[in-house]
């Protein structure tokens, strides 16, 4: 695996490869000395061009478990916001001997861009970018499923998942359905209809604007942030209507099987898309999302730069 | 001076010997029955092409092209006359403007340039240019069009409509509902669903062309549609010929030949608008081509520089070149596949644009009396594109790589030879 930039880059065998270092990562979070020498003397650079706390020391979390060396160039306080191109950037860094580059990017399909120039020979990690993808956050939530629905082992064949919220504009749920998919689970999007894209019946999945049948049975509802600027341009009347038809509250939770599970990719708007009492209650696992989000991503540094003989020199 | 091209086929039909005179086709007669000047052993002859949609990008932007680079492009690729598009800057909104766009034309002497006037001032779309003083400048503007923005105000397009009128003058809309496409990168689609691209719906094409042809129907004015992208837009053209409209239309040779799945690369090269459609877009726009419903061939040779095209694709530029691959493009998609034959190329790339450019001087068939303007095309051998192998100043060429078929020989501008192959 040299890059990673989409959740299709991944077969089968490959995403379970990855989940199942992930899981013997992870046990090295419980030891009081959170780090392995794997990646010691390896260069990896967060290069952010979008705000976002939670990603970027996920990542730099990951990196440092591995004793990799790690650069966080953002966009604030660099030459990039100066109006610096994307193109002298990645110069910069191909410079500055980085390994591994790990982008957030405003605009979609940045990150192939920089892997499918000859500006860097590094490989690239898609943190995130634009309305397009975000593997790593589809690897860390298949990650928490399988541990919750499959005990953590092998694929997620037969899992019956929801995701809901505004799938036009998420990386998010264009990630997890592509790898949910290949991971084998079946996949229904809810939605209202301005919010899903056109087009969106050639994706591998199901998909239902009424969130009440869709719920009904299913192992895991995945909860997609709503901006409330959307409801300026039209795509729902009111945060109140939106709430109603497509929020997820108490009564709703319990659509799902008895042991049906509550994601959310954070961060969270509550009382529109989730109510408090769920975000909180005991079928709840977003907390723990997120600190499965460094053992997946120091699973992804891992394999990408010294996977191959075990131990990088 | 007399000159002679000998053993050359015009409209690929039987093998002649054209004599050329002071920039005047003077005789025409059985081949190798003359002193040949310019052997055309295995070429066809056609009428030099014209194009109605070029963006020569000077004065304003001479770092992408300017009109000498431009006209020399034009030649190259057969043309002996382009009209050039107006969103320059200064914008081609007046008579000084379209006179020194002109004059450099004439000045660079590649090809013949024919401004292509402002619909309204500095392309605002609120206020109608002095199409009038365009019009009667030495320019003679017989096209008015603020392409690359749409003239969405439907009183300010029907006013135009008619004014144009006056001078037999048209007005070339760029059709894109401006509302439905804020911030549109591709085609919407399946392709812009999976890649996360803002979408173009073909319906904001599409209802400004129902509305157009209706407003060009109530005023009884002269319409043409810039690059049809959508099979919709190919079944509304036809609907108002079949009412008697007075509508043209245009397709770019990038419509016939690429489709949105060129955007999975997310290589900016294939950011263009109106945006590369799918195959089924595509296979409609060459029947309207060859049942002539689409009228003419327009390039919408858009150069830009690097830095416009090395960058995100959504902070990339919209636009390609496409002067010297047009002709090869027309012959691999619609000639070789048997739906055109090369009396119909010089209609859609010669004829019909002249026409509707209101130029007499070119477009005419290959005839004595006639101005020697003159393009001289081998059909036959393959060419892998080179993007570095041009003559404008950008190289933002999508078909780089590709293998085409043909490549022009000659280009005559009234008698004076404007390009020539090495290997001719």
Known sequence: MKHLLSAADLNLDQAIEILDTAAELARIADRPVKKLPTLRGRTVVNLFFEDSTRTRTSFEAAAKRLSADVIN????????????????????????????????????????????????????????????????????????????????????????????????????????????????????????PTLLPVGIESWPCEFSYDLDSALKGADAVMMLRVQRERMNAAFFPSAQEYSRRYGLDESRAKLLAPHGIVMHPGPMNRGLEIASKVADGNRSVIVEQVSNGVSVRMAVLYLMLGGNDGVAE | MKTVIGNVRPLGGEAVDIEISDGVITQIAKANSLQADIDGKGLIALPGLVDLHTHLREPGREDSETVATGTLAAARGGFTAVHAMANTTPVADTAGVVEQIYRLGQEAGNCDVFPVGAVTQGLNGTALSEL?????????????????????????????????????????????????TEDAQMNEGEVSSVLGLRGWPKVAEEAIIARDVLLAEHVGARLHVCHLSTAGSVEIIRWAKSRGISVTAEVTPHHLLLTDETARSYNPVYKVNPPLRTMDDV??????????????????????????????????????????????????????????????????????????????????????????NIVLFDPETKVVVDRDDTASKSNNNPFHAMELLGRTALTMLRGKTTYKAEWI
């Open chain 1, 73 to 192: 160039f953002s966009a604030k306080g660099s030459s990039v916001s100066k109006g610096e191109s994307l193109k002298d950037t990645a110069l910069t860094l191909e410079a500055m001997g980085a390994d591994a580059v790990v982008i957030r990017h405003h605009a979609s399909g940045a990150p192939h861009l920089l892997a499918n120039s000859d500006w860097i020979a590094s490989s690239v990690v898609n943190a995130g970018d634009g309305t397009h993808e975000h593997p790593t956050q589809a690897l860390l939530d298949a990650f928490t499923l399988r541990k919750h629905l499959k005990n953590g082992q092998g694929s997620l064949d037969g899992v019956k998942i929801v995701i809901v919220g505004d799938v036009l504009h998420s990386r998010v749920a264009r990630s997890n359905v592509l790898l949910l998919k290949t991971l084998g689970a079946h996949v229904t999007l809810v939605a209202p």
């Open chain 2, 132 to 180: 009038g003083a365009m019009a009667d400048s030495a320019a003679r503007v017989r096209v008015f069009s603020d392409d690359g923005k749409c003239v969405h105000d439907p009183v300010l397009m029907r006013r135009a409509l008619e004014y144009v009128k006056a001078f037999d003058g048209c007005i070339a809309q760029h059709a894109q509902e401006p509302k439905l």
């Open chain 2, 283 to 372: 296979t409609a726009l060459r029947a309207a081509l060859a049942d002539g419903t689409i009228d003419i061939v327009a390039t919408d040779h858009a150069p830009h520089p690097s830095e416009d095209k090395e960058c995100e694709w959504s902070a990339a530029a919209f636009g390609m070149v496409g002067l010297e691959t047009a002709l090869p493009i027309i012959n691999t998609t619609m000639v070789k596949t048997g739906l055109i034959k090369w009396s119909d190329v010089a209609r859609v790339m010669s004829q019909k644009p002249a026409e509707i450019g209101r130029v007499e001087t070119h477009g005419n068939e290959i005839a004595v009396g006639k101005p020697a």
